[in-house]
């Protein structure tokens, strides 16, 4: 999701396309930028032979492949070094250059129904390519249970080309309590990113879907309406996400209480800022004052980026010792133990599913 800089773009984006977008091609010196993600070479790792039902006691090296889990997260983490540049990319969405290939409605575990946009002669052998995205959208419900895909109502092929957006998640246009998911067919091939991407999304739908973040209607209805906006953030009193006002015991709510709080005010005046130069700037400066307390640059772009990204180190990662506030951000899904249940759930699919 690219960072919201006004009210009313946070109305727009937030509510209409809160999209988290993966960027990709960083120098092959370091990691990529994570927006959510980019792309690195796959081998061949035998899957590891996991119970079906899996206690939540056994150590964390004998309830995933670590091989698998280790590469996913060093290649989606950001080893950055102050002053090493003058502005970090955290990222934005060209939607000039972004083009729908096909939507498909979801049903369960099943797309159909396939709307078929119009595309550039360059492009129609991708969508000729049905096959392929049923492939995305099976390793998608591979890694991702059922039960917590429920308000997934539609799913999206597109592209920006090689190296840019890797995939988002939005409100549909007709409802806001479903949502969508979007995955660019050019950069799905290489798997240590995709899967950390698909993760990353799935956390916002677990944090920001109805149950969690029940969503506004006026907002919904008027989302160029700044003074709607206005009026329902300041009706809200708990975190105040874009699409409505988090429930008090919500996860992100409770995120934002303990690891927010403090910074939230500084972060969103910097947040306000319109010029775009001026933006980057002070949003570099805010990652590099308060680094130790983020996993990744792009956390810094939005709470509920910070809580994805962290949801999905919480996935793949070991469990810290909680030294810094970046580690006890991942400590902090230890305490739900539906989540961890999740946890183990998507590593044990990653394990079985994870391409050979």
């Known amino acids: 999701m ?27 010196s370091q990691p990529p930028t994570y927006v959510p993600q980019p792309l690195s070479e796959i081998t061949q790792i035998p899957a590891a032979e996991i119970p079906t039902e899996i206690p939540t006691e056994i150590p964390d090296e004998f309830l995933s492949c670590p091989v698998i889990t280790q590469r996913i997260i060093e290649a989606n983490s950001t080893v950055l070094v102050e002053g090493e540049s003058e502005t970090m990319d955290f990222g934005a969405r060209d939607e000039d250059n972004t083009t729908y290939i096909v939507t498909y409605l979801v049903s369960g575990n099943e797309i159909n129904d396939p709307s078929f946009e119009s595309v550039s002669a360059d492009l129609q052998d991708e969508q000729d390519d049905t096959a392929a995205h049923q492939k995305l959208w099976e390793y ?27 995939a988002a998640v939005a409100q549909t246009y007709n409802d806001p309590a479903l949502w969508g998911l979007e995955v660019d067919i050019a950069d799905s091939q290489e798997y240590d990113y995709l899967s950390y991407t698909l993760v990353h999304e799935f956390a916002h739908l677990l944090t920001l879907g109805p149950d969690q973040v029940p969503p506004s209607e006026a907002i919904f209805n008027n989302p160029e309406d700044n003074d709607v906006y206005l009026n329902e953030v300041s009706a809200c009193p708990n975190f105040f996400p874009g699409e409505g006002c988090s429930n008090s015991d919500s996860y992100i709510n409770q995120f934002y209480d303990r690891f927010w709080r403090d910074i939230y005010e500084e972060w969103d005046a910097i947040n306000l800022e319109e010029n775009d130069d001026k933006y980057y700037e002070r949003l570099d400066e805010f990652y590099y004052n308060y680094q130790d307390q983020f996993l990744t640059d792009y956390a810094v772009t939005h709470p509920a980026e910070d809580i994805a990204e962290s949801f999905s180190f919480f996935v793949f990662g070991e469990k810290p010792a909680g030294d810094t506030i970046a580690e006890q951000k ?4 230890y305490n739900y133990p539906e989540l961890v249940d999740l946890r183990l759930n998507i590593l044990n699919n990653l394990c079985v599913s994870f391409p050979q």
Do not use: Y
């Open 2 to 28: 690219p960072p919201i800089k006004t009210l009313l773009a946070l109305s727009v984006i937030l509510v209409l396309s809160l999209a988290c977008v993966t960027l990709l091609g960083a120098p092959a």
């Open 140 to 166: 998608f419900t591979n890694l991702i249970p059922l039960e917590g895909r429920q308000d997934l109502a539609e799913f999206s092929v597109m592209t920006d080309g090689q190296d840019n957006v890797l």
């Open 330 to 333: 991942i400590l902090f899904f």
